[in-house]
């Protein structure tokens, strides 16, 4: 597959729960990143790896969301004791390099629901 | 901050005439504009950058620093133009976080 994969496409858990998503970068490139994008919303910078490390996890709401990168390919974003307002679709996207005019292509998401 | 505002969440044309998705940005410095664009049941891709200035199936797009503005045109829609579209911005240099707007639902009718 060349492009950015992402499983499970969809998730359905019950409120409190852990959950984790994972992402699959397009190979070879070093950076990738997650968004989340809620109903009627553009997509919200969440996290971003730079190979291994998360180089900027600015967006990350609260301490209940983590995400790693153990070896600078795939990525798995944890939540824990999962709330309703985390019903969302988690998008990942990865690039060549981290550069702001550089394209970056977007998996098909993880649909979140908790309920 | 960046901000990006994208005014019309439904735009609706017939097949054959102009359209114009209207994109203004809130950012201090000099950023970096793109419009995204999501078909049906397809993934986000990147439809045009603004620091490339080309044409991408028709679509142009100019940013007009003054205007703050970086709005997305199409001389003549077709129906195959129905989609999602985004703008989003990053700051530029090493300020890769894109932010998007809320984005604008295109629909063109036969």
């Known amino acids: 597959g060349a492009g950015v994969s992402q499983t499970p496409s969809n998730k359905v858990t019950e409120k409190g729960k852990y959950v984790e998503l994972r992402c699959d970068p397009i190979?070879?490139?070093?950076?990738l990143y997650w968004y989340r994008q809620s109903l009627g919303q553009g997509p919200e910078f969440l996290i971003y790896?730079?190979?291994?490390?998360?180089?900027?996890d600015s967006g990350l709401p609260n301490d209940r969301f983590f995400a790693v990168r153990p070896e600078g390919s795939v990525s798995t974003l944890k939540i824990q004791r999962t709330e309703r307002g985390d019903s969302a679709v988690y998008l990942c996207?990865?690039?060549?390099?981290?550069?702001?005019?550089?394209?970056?292509?977007f998996g098909q998401g993880t649909r979140l629901t908790v309920v | 901050a960046q901000r990006v505002t994208q005014p019309e969440k439904l735009l609706s044309v017939f097949k054959g005439a102009p359209v114009e998705l209207k994109c203004n940005y809130s950012?201090?410095?000099?950023?970096?504009l793109f419009w995204y664009v999501q078909y049906s049941r397809q993934r986000l891709q990147l439809l045009l950058r603004?620091?490339s200035r080309e044409s991408i199936k028709g679509f142009t797009a100019d940013l007009n620093k003054g205007e703050t503005s970086f709005h997305l045109k199409k001389p003549f829609a077709q129906e195959e133009d129905s989609a999602m579209y985004y703008c989003?911005?990053?700051?530029?240099?090493?300020?890769?976080?894109?932010?998007f707007g809320k984005g604008t639902l295109l629909t063109v009718n036969p």
């Open positions: 950012y201090s410095g000099s950023p970096e």
């Open positions: 989003a911005l990053s700051g530029g240099g090493s300020n890769y976080k894109l932010t």
């Open positions: 603004h620091i």
């Open positions: 996207a990865s690039s060549l390099i981290a550069a702001s005019n550089t394209e970056a292509f």
């Open positions: 790896f730079q190979g291994t490390g998360a180089a900027d």
């Open positions: 190979s070879g490139h070093t950076a």
